[in-house]
């Protein structure tokens, strides 16, 4: 129960790893306030949480909606804990192909929103006396092949953004860490494709399969496995650690396996 009496704010825990992380916080005692842009699985997700996850529509990219989910985990006692991570693959084009507006669009919603979450809920959790901030990066801030060019050069801003948070904010006992999944099995890929349904779960298992391929660590990676990653360094565990980024990809950033 390492989060007993914490009130903790999740972005994007309508699906995937964000619900896998808002059921892993409630589990360990949080209280949990949710937001999202999908209500149905918003309100699918405050049903499974048995009282401790709250759901407050939100889209990431609008300021007040994040102004109102901060206020509404101080009605709460919090928020102590932020984890930003929302979001969907944006823009799918050569950087000599883009256009302005999708552009623009996938910068509000993978960097600005994560800029606005920390702006707003720093001032509260130090209120509090501190907290712990995590933030959903991505392998794509590292690596040019695994995902298109502004999603990648959005996630890599995420990755420093979050350094220069934890200097900005280590005064104030809060600290600031980013993770950064590998090939996680979510419907991120479908939704960008459009896909539903049958066809959606079939894309999902072959998507695992090509990636679980590619890494050391022959399985899927799962949103269970980015749970446990971002519960540790939101958790008095990783009260020395602010400011890193934890890549949590099946050793797919080392290369493939060989077999001599
Ligand atoms: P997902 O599609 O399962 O979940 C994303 C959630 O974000 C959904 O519930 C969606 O409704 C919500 N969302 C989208 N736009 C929003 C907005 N404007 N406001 C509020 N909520 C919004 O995908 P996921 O894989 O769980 O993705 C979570 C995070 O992990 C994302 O930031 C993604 O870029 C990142 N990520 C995923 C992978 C992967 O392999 N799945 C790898 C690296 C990084």
């Not at 459009?194 to 949103?223: H, K, Y």
């Amino acid at each position: 129960m390492r989060f007993e009496g914490k009130v903790a704010i999740v972005t994007g825990g309508a699906s995937g790893i964000g619900r896998a992380t808002a059921l892993r916080l409630a589990a360990e005692g949080a209280t949990v306030v949710m937001g999202d842009i999908d209500a149905e699985g918003g309100a699918a997700l405050a049903a499974e949480g048995g009282g401790r996850i709250h759901f407050r529509p939100t889209d990431v990219t609008a300021e007040a909606d994040i102004v109102a989910l901060v206020a509404a985990a101080q009605e709460l006692g919090g928020p102590h804990l932020l984890f930003n991570n929302a979001g969907a693959g944006g823009l799918r084009a050569p950087i000599d192909e883009i256009d302005l507006a999708g552009w623009d669009r996938t910068m509000a919603l993978l960097l600005s929103s994560v800029a606005l979450g920390i702006r707003h809920a720093a001032p509260a959790m130090t209120a509090l006396g501190g907290g712990a901030i995590v933030n959903t990066a991505s392998v794509a801030a590292l690596a040019a092949g695994a995902a298109p060019t502004a999603y990648s050069v959005a996630k890599a801003g995420v990755r420093h953004l979050t350094r220069m948070a934890a200097a900005d904010l280590a005064r104030h006992r809060i600290r600031v860490n980013a993770v950064l999944p590998g090939f996680i099995t979510t419907n991120i890929f479908a939704s960008a494709m459009e896909l539903t349904g049958t066809v959606r779960d079939t894309a999902n298992a072959m998507i695992a399969q090509a990636a679980s391929n590619a890494q050391p660590i022959r399985r899927a990676g799962r949103a269970e496995d980015i749970a446990a990653a971002v519960c540790f360094l939101l958790s008095d565990d990783a009260s020395f650690i602010t400011g890193t980024d934890l890549l949590v990809d099946g050793g797919l950033s080392v290369g493939p396996r060989h077999s001599w």
